[in-house]
């Protein structure tokens, strides 16, 4: 079982820019496909973007693509979001969360469970 904390959310103006960090536990961190989610008031929480055990294969949601990027750190059991160019649409939790599946490739078959507490992103205008 991997155990997430999201981290680096806050304020920032329309066009800006943010990192979001999701530190793990778990031995098995290296061999999980991560993912970014969010949600925002009223909404249901969506999938913002995914990346598998070994960073080979990453995937995003339309709304997106070309402005955010996500990677993972093994050697430190981290995961990373960088937002640009966000807009007031992106304001929301954002939510790391662990594939519960090893070695998982193909975005379309991730099982994401593991999630964790969430961080604000506010985008001002």
């Known amino acids: 079982q991997v155990d997430v904390v999201e981290s680096g959310g806050g304020l920032v103006q329309v066009g800006g820019s943010l990192r979001l960090s999701c530190g793990a536990s778990?031995?098995?961190?290296?061999?999980?496909?991560m993912g970014w989610f969010r949600q925002a008031p009223g909404k249901e929480r969506e999938f913002v973007a995914g990346?598998?055990?070994?960073?080979?294969?990453?995937c995003y949601a339309d709304s997106v693509k070309g402005r955010f990027t996500i990677s993972r750190d093994n050697a430190k059991n981290t995961v990373y979001l960088q937002m640009n160019s966000l807009k007031p649409e992106d304001a929301a939790v954002y939510y790391c969360?662990?594939?519960?599946?090893?070695?998982?490739?193909?975005?379309?078959?991730?099982?994401?469970?593991?999630w964790g507490q969430g961080t604000q992103v506010t985008v001002s205008s």
């Open positions: 969360a662990a594939d519960r599946t090893l070695w998982g490739y193909d975005c379309n078959l991730f099982d994401f469970g593991s």
């Open positions: 990346i598998n055990w070994n960073g080979g294969n990453t």
């Open positions: 778990g031995r098995t961190f290296s061999m999980v496909a």
